[in-house]
Structure formats: structure tokens, C-alpha cells
């Protein structure tokens, strides 16, 4: 090789060193890990940057005995090559001097390669981080399992298959197995083996497993077999999208159940307690408004009335507040039950503005309702509960109203669902023309016991509970309650209910004829100041057929007719400002002989218009019944003048004018009362109505009264000594022969549901609440009076008996009836009691029967099981009294032979006797199901 040669490769293998030595350079500046380099004794030769981060400034150490970094690093053991001399290790790093925190390092020693051992290289990755994770996954974990170990609860963990993965102290304590017991079991196999509590743990693992979770109240069975009650939770567990089983945990109830159930004991017992403080109040109460309302009826002077009155309408108050008091106490104790009966809306809604009619013309107040067209009339849900609810929303509306007057609106919307859906979604509104409510003192409005302010309270009085009782009867018959108001006075109050019906089915159906010819295209002038009245009557008319014109004036009415204006019927409001209805009629008739003309009058206001000058007086809150009568009226040429329009007779006030009802219904009365005021009080009402009576201290005395002479009417009060009016009930039922049987009617001051529910139970036919109301009492005896003539017999003549053919009775079943095998005369009295509605109602009491006899008979079984005699009797009893409506004498013949050996507690032979039962139950479900057939082809159903 040349020299020139030599050079050149010299000089471009020494570039090339100097790049590499430059890169090795760079790398170990910049590598991520820290580097020392020692020299053979073990002093810091070089550092890189890692290494600074970690141990500080180079210019500390470097030079300086690596134990001054790595107190603990050693050199590792001579080798036989170098690879083998590499050795990793953990070791606490510092830095110079001892400042600052320690520092964890995983520490790589390499040897520097050479013939003789002429230094290392230790690589520095820092730990810090890594284990300060560790020590705190580690502190989770153990924190995690602290909290299953000490929970107070049982956490089982389970797989996909039910089977243990883990369970807690807890559980221990509350199944009684150890964990070695229950890991890998199934989880029914240690909690279910109860075959009463298997379906429930089977039907929650179908749930958990289609829905994921689970929460549930349920029981479940303890390693010693008792079975306890626990709140059950169960949810998924995942790792890495993936579901790996569930855990379940399970709180023990048991307490809590018990506490449950002693706060339903104490309910019950505030109930009970409510009603025997209700039968003390109401007592003298009985009294108070009895007697102010003979009072009223005498020849008094003003001064005297005027007290009468004052005691009168306070009584009536405080009565009130008692009812509003009990009606919470029933809801809050849970014994609101919804009777879902057929009952006309319309009617429903007209009765409420009936009863405050009154009290809205005292103030000079409207009331109107507004039913949309669409909405069916006849529907099945708790009249009494909505009625009472709009009693609640639109008293108060007249209360805090003082110009204008209230709305009750409702409409409605059929459920979506299967074509002729029959269940609609109704909205009641009640809206007033009062001063609103601001928005800051809506809160809590219909909280119990909540007034707007003190101001309120002793202005209108009330207990604040109207409200809360709304809401809570609105919310268990399935609705919802609210307000709007913007708070302006004027503009007023609206409180919005709904609630879901369904229509009642085609029997019950009751309909005004829309489509009649005589109102089609008629044209009726409207003459009134209140705007909202007329534009709810202008609806109506339109949905009849009618076009209506309003005026909101006398004068602009006439010049209607003055500018040539036709029509067929003019409706006048009878006080309006400047013209009234009177002065208005009288100039219409002078323009229009022979136009006819409604008066639209306030009751209490109503005044004297001129004799013949109107075709008919309709009374505020108009009812469209009433409208729509008088109109046909007018219209009619058979009927030239209206019930109710001047050339006809004056009506007397009472429900029977012009004779009391003694005169016409003679009734023979016993009246069982231990109390003196109240024996008072009820014999002077009954004097009142044409009837004396008899009386009876207490329930013995009254079996020897009936046992001596006969009684047409029985008035038995329940709470009384020696024996009660229930007792007394059944021993005159059980005792007394057929034709000798009272109609005993129930007085109580008990309020609760139940009560009623008593006394039919017991026999009686009829049930007055205390205090006794006179048109309440009139009622019943009327009742008694049709009854008695209708079914009876026999009836009183005189005060002696004649005997009366049942002819007219059996005309009145219809031949389609009369089954052979039930007794055609007990048909007839069915029939006759039913009364028109007999066709309809019929057929449901017998599927009623059909369905409730065979329970009875199951009850009879149970309780001969049991021994139990007098369960088995009153079973009998029903059944019999079951059999005997509908004439299935055979099965009455039974039931009551089995009644009687019961009720001397001898149940030998019984099961033969029930077996026989049930032999003539099967027979008379026969006879009802061709008896229920018949009846249905009868009406067309």
C-alpha cells in the first residue's frame, strides 16, 4: 500500500471514531435512566443529566466515594466475563448531605470492560412513583376489604352460575355459615331451602340476570331453618367489559318489619280511637244542630232567629272540621279503599254547585260548569271521593273569592290503545276570579295543617286540611294535583286535577239528545253580564244545535230587536246592572208578544216577576238538564209552559210538600237509644214527620219490644249497654220469624267505612250517620215505606193486619225471569227493590254470587278444619242470606240448617252437612247462571 494510501484511511477512521464517540456521548447524556461511572475505586467519575435530576448539581459528587449517593451499593463479585458480572439490585438513593427526600432506585451494575478491573457503570431507573402506586393500590385494597369485613351488612360475591366467590362476617352472622361452608356453594343451596321462599330467590336470579340488578324486599332462610326478612341489592361486576358474576347484599330487616308493623298497630289504634272520639262529639253535637233545627222551624223573633242560626252554623263548622280530621286520619292510617261504581259526571259535578249554590249567592258569586262534548257521561270511578275533592276546591274558591265567581271545567282524552279503548284520562279544573296566589306562598300548600298565613286563618278559619285531603284522595284514586296562578288579583286561581276512568259499560249509559229535531237551527238571545257564563252556555247551545247571540246588557238586547233581530227563545239574567231581567222581559214582550222568555234567577235573589210574563225560571248553577228540558219545553206544542213558570203552583220547601210523610206512609217505629237527649231529639223529628215511636234503652230491651209487638221500622243506635245494636241485629234476624222482621235502620256517630260495612254484615238494611239529618231520616223511612209496600205480604193497617195479594207484586217479574227451582216470589221482591235499573243491575249481582257463594262454602270448610264453630256459622249465614235474595230455597234451607248446629258449637256430622251444601250450591249456580242468561236476552245485552 502506498503511503498516500495509508493516510487517507488513517484520517477517515478517525472521523469516524470521533462520530461515534461523539453519539456514545450524546446517548449518555440524554438517556431517560441516570448513569454513574466509578472508577476502580469505586469514586463518581461522570455523571449524566438523569443522574443530576435525581442527586443534584454533578459538581456535588462527582470525585466523591459512590456510598456518598448508594449508601448500600456494593460491588458485585469478580466474574468470569463481564455479561456475568451484571447484577441489578434496589437500593434507597440521597443526596449530598441529606437533603431532600429519599429516593427509590433500581440500580444496574455493569462493569467496565479491560484486563483489569477499572471501573463500573450503574444505571439508575427511579421507583419513586412506581412504588408510591403500589402502596396505594395496596392501601385500596386493604381499605376495600376493611369495608366488606366490617360492613353491617352481608356482601356475597357470586359467579354467573350463583355459586359463593367470596362472603363477608356479616353474612356469617346473619346465614350462620362460616366461610368455608358457603365458598363454592350455590347460593340457593345456603339461603333458599325454604320451599315458601325457593320461587322468590329463583324469581330475582331471572330478574338480575335479564336486568342486571336487582332491589327487592324479600326473605330469606338461616342456616338453623328460621327464615328471616332482608332488603335484597344485587349488581354486576365487570373486569374489562367483561361480566364475571354479581355481588349481592343482603340487609337484615327484621327490626324494621317490626317496627312496620307496630306503627300499622298504632294506626289502627289512633283510628279506632278517632272513631270512638267521633262518636262522642258527635253525640252532643246530635243535639246541637237537632234541636236549632226544630228551633228554626217555630215561630221565633228576629233577635231569636238570629241566635238559632249563629248556633246553628257553628255547630255546622265545627262539624266540619271533625269530618276533615277523620277523612286525614282514615287516608294516613291507609284505609282509603276507591268504590268503583257507574256514575253520571254531569250529575257528579251539578250536585257540588248545588250544594254551594248558596253560599255563592250570599256573596254574590256565579257557578258554572263546563263538561266538553267528547267527554262520556257516564263512567265508572269513586263519585263520592270526586264529588268531595271539588266540594274541597271550589269551596274555597268561593271562600277567598269576592266579585265574579268560579268554573268547574272538564275534559278529557281516551287512553291510546286497542280501537273503542274504554279508559279516558279526565281534567278537572276548578277556576276562581279571586286574588291568586303568589308564587312564594304556594310551598306547602296542600301540606296538612297549611294555611297561606296567620291572616287567613283568622279571617276564613278552617283547619287547613281541605287541600291535603284532596291531594291524598286525588293520588290514591291514580291522579295528580296542581295549581297555576299568576298571582294577580282578578285573574284568580285554577287547581288542575286528573284522574283516569273507565267509560261504564252500555247499560249505564245516559245521554241528552244531541241530535234532537226541535232544537236543530234555533236561535236563542243570551242576556247576561257575566262573560264567562255566557260563553259556557254559548258551548252547550252549539253543541245542541242552537246558535247563540250574546249581550251583555238590557239595552243592547233591545236594540237586537230594534235593528229587526229574530229569534226563537230569549234566556235573561234576572240581576244585571242599569236594566234587570224583570224591567228587560217586560219590553222584549212589548216588541214580541209571543216570544218566549227563560229567567235566569240566584236562589235567595230570586225576587217576584209578574205573573205569566215568563215561560220559565231556571236557577243558577244552571244545570243542562234543566236548560235543556225548558227549552224543549218552549219548543213543545204538547207542553205550552214549563214545571216551575208562574201560572204554575207554588212549591213548598221540604221533601214533601204540603204532607208530612206520616200521613201517607204509616209506619210502625221502635227507636232503640240508651241516650236521653238523643231520644229526645229523635222522637220530636219523628213527631215532626207524622210518626210516634216507641222506645228501647239498649239492645235486650229491644228483642222484648219486637218479641211483643210488630214493628214496621227498627231505628237501632250500635253503642249502647248490655248488648249493642249489632248484637241486637242478628238475635231479631235469627229469632224473629220472616213475616215479622223489622227494617232496621243503623244510627252511628262511628265514621269510619268499616262501620257500614258492620251493620249490613249484621242484618241491617239502612244506615243514617249521626247527627241525624231530617231530610237524611225522611229519606229512609221512605225507603222503608216502598220497600214494605212493594215486598211485604202483610202491611199495616190501622194498627191491625190484613192480608194483601202478592198479585201486583209477581205482574212486576217479567214471565223471561221466573226460573224454575228459584222462588218466583223472592224474585219479585228483588226485582221490585232493583227497580227500573232491575234489567241492568241483575245480571252483575248474580255473577257476584256466583263468584262469592263458592268462597263462602271454602270458608265454611276452612273453619270446620280449624274447629272453629263460629266462623263456620257466620260463613253459613252469609251464604244463606245469599241464597234467600235470588230464592234458591234448597241452598237457604242448607246454609241455615248448618248455621243453626253451628251456632250451638256441635260440629258433629258437619262435613256431611257442607258436602250436601255444596251438592245444592253446584244446582243453584245452574238456576242463577239460566236466571242471569234470561235477563240479558231480556234487555238486549
Known sequence: MMRSERTFILAVGGRVADLASSAHAAV?????????????GQNVVEVNRAAERIFGPRSA??????????????????????????????LAGQRPGGSGPAVYLRVLTLPIPGEHETGWVLQLQDMTARLEVEASLRQQKEFFEAVVINSPVAIITITRQFRVLSWNPEATRLFGYTPAEALGKHIFDLVATDSTVLPEAQQASREVVL?????????????????VDVELRALPVSVGGRQLGFIAIYHDITDLERARKAAEAANQAKSLFLATMSHEIRTPMNAIIGMTGLLLDRALTEEQRDFVATIRQSSEALLTLLNDVLDFSKIEAGRFEAELRPFDLRQCVESVLDLLAVRASEKGLDLGCDIAPEVPQMLVGDASRIRQVLLNLVGNALKFTEQGGAVVSVDGAR????????EWV????????????PEDRRTGLFQPFNQLDASVSRRFGGTGLGLAISKRLVEAMGGSIWVESEGIPGRGTTFRFTLRAQVAPQAYAVHLRQDQPLLQGRRMLVVDDNALFRRLLGRQLRAWGVEPVETASGSEAL????????????????????????????????LEPTLPLLLLSTPGRRGNPPEGLFAGVLSRPLKTSQLYDALMSCFSQHV????GSRDAQPSRAGPFPGVRPGDSIPLDILLVEDNATNQKLALLVLERLGYRADVALNGRQALQAVSQKRYDVVLMDLQMPEMDGLEATRRIRQELPPRAQPWVIAMTANAMDSDREQCFSAGMDDFLGKPIRVDALTAALVRCGQRRSEVAPEQRVSGGTVVTPVTTLMDSLPESARIPGLEPLALARLWAELGAQAGLVLPDLIDTAMHSMPALLEDAYAALARGHADDLGRAAHTLKSNAAWFGASALEAQARDIEQHADTGNLDGMAARLDR???????????LGQLRDSILALSGG
Open 61 to 90: 459528587y462527582v470525585g466523591q466515594p459512590v456510598g456518598l449517593l448508594l449508601p448500600g451499593w456494593r460491588p458485585p463479585e469478580p466474574r468470569a466475563s463481564a455479561d456475568a458480572a451484571a447484577r441489578e439490585t434496589e
Open 211 to 227: 336486568r342486571g340488578r336487582l332491589r327487592s324486599v324479600t326473605r330469606r332462610v338461616r342456616k338453623d331453618g328460621t327464615v
Open 426 to 437: 279526565l281534567t278537572f279544573a276548578v277556576q276562581d276570579t279571586g286574588p291568586g296566589i
Open 917 to 927: 251444601c255444596q251438592e245444592e250450591l253446584a244446582s243453584t249456580r245452574v238456576l
Open 415 to 422: 287512553l291510546p290503545g286497542e280501537e273503542g279503548s274504554a
Open 559 to 590: 236594540a237586537q230587536f230594534q235593528a229587526g233581530a229574530r229569534y226563537d227563545v230569549v234566556l235573561v239574567d234576572h240581576h244585571m246592572p242599569g236594566m234587570d231581567g224583570t224591567v228587560l222581559a217586560e219590553r222584549i214582550r212589548q
Open 28 to 40: 449518555f447524556e440524554h438517556s431517560r435512566d441516570g448513569v454513574l461511572v466509578l472508577d476502580a
Open 640 to 643: 205550552p209552559h214549563l214545571p
